[in-house]
T-cell receptor, first 118, second 114 residues
């Protein structure tokens, strides 16, 4: 089974621009979560999508947004980029189904997109 | 919300030694505790997890212990090898739909010297 894929792997943007990152979850997984990873703040939760709806949201400004498509693929967008947005953006997918009757859902992470804002 | 503290931030050991990483959490409702290993240039990978109805779990050289009363859990790696060198993250999560987003610790950089 293919793992979580993220594109692009690397991005360089300048302040004020916007960027869109893409995530393809593991086949059959319906939940996609996004995280920002920086040396200073660690892994911080951005938002989670399930069945095309945002189900959970972290404490990030409105410049950070996302969406999920009917095939569970997800995109996140950052508008008006700031220097502090430079980070590794990770996507994680999970099954979140009821097949096993469990609400515990292991998250599988992609390799991330390294965003550098100049 | 949940707060997870992880120590130490850096751990340096000799090959063959044991390594222990400790985490504490604040939310007594948390009932799932995964551990992730992140190698350079890769995303975190789940290596072991433990649920609140279990006190200890072992998988070959890796073990995790949980003390619900004290709200702390630990990762134990025995007979460390250079390929164990990576950043390790602990996390805590409440179960149930809509509330299972994990809170991560800040990570421990484990260095295993050959």
């Amino acid at each position: 089974k293919a793992g979580v894929t993220q594109t692009p792997r690397y991005l360089i943007k300048t302040r004020g621009q916007q960027v869109t990152l893409s995530c393809s979850p593991i086949s059959g997984h319906r939940s996609v979560s996004w995280y920002q990873q920086t040396p200073g703040q660690g892994l911080q939760f951005l938002f989670e999508y399930f069945s095309e709806t945002q189900r959970n949201k972290g404490n990030f400004p409105g410049r950070f947004s996302g969406r999920q498509f009917s095939n569970s693929r997800s995109e996140m967008n950052v508008s008006t980029l700031e220097l502090g947005d430079s980070a590794l953006y990770l996507c994680a997918s999970s099954l979140d189904g009821t097949v096993r009757g469990s609400s515990y859902n292991e998250q599988f992470f992609g390799p991330g997109t390294r965003l550098t804002v100049l | 919300g949940e707060n997870v503290e992880q120590h130490p931030s850096t751990l340096s050991v000799q090959e063959g030694d044991s390594a222990v990483i400790k985490c504490t959490y604040s939310d007594s409702a948390s009932n799932y505790f995964p551990w992730y290993k992140q190698e350079l240039g890769k995303g975190p990978q789940l290596i072991i997890d433990i649920r609140s109805n279990v006190g200890e779990k072992k998988d070959q050289r890796i073990a995790v212990t949980l003390n619900k009363t004290a709200k702390h859990f630990s990762l134990h790696i025995t007979e460390t090898q250079p390929e164990d060198s990576a950043v390790y993250f602990c996390a805590a999560r409440s179960g149930g739909r809509g509330s299972y987003i994990p809170t991560f610790g800040r990570g421990t950089s484990l260095i295993v010297h050959p």
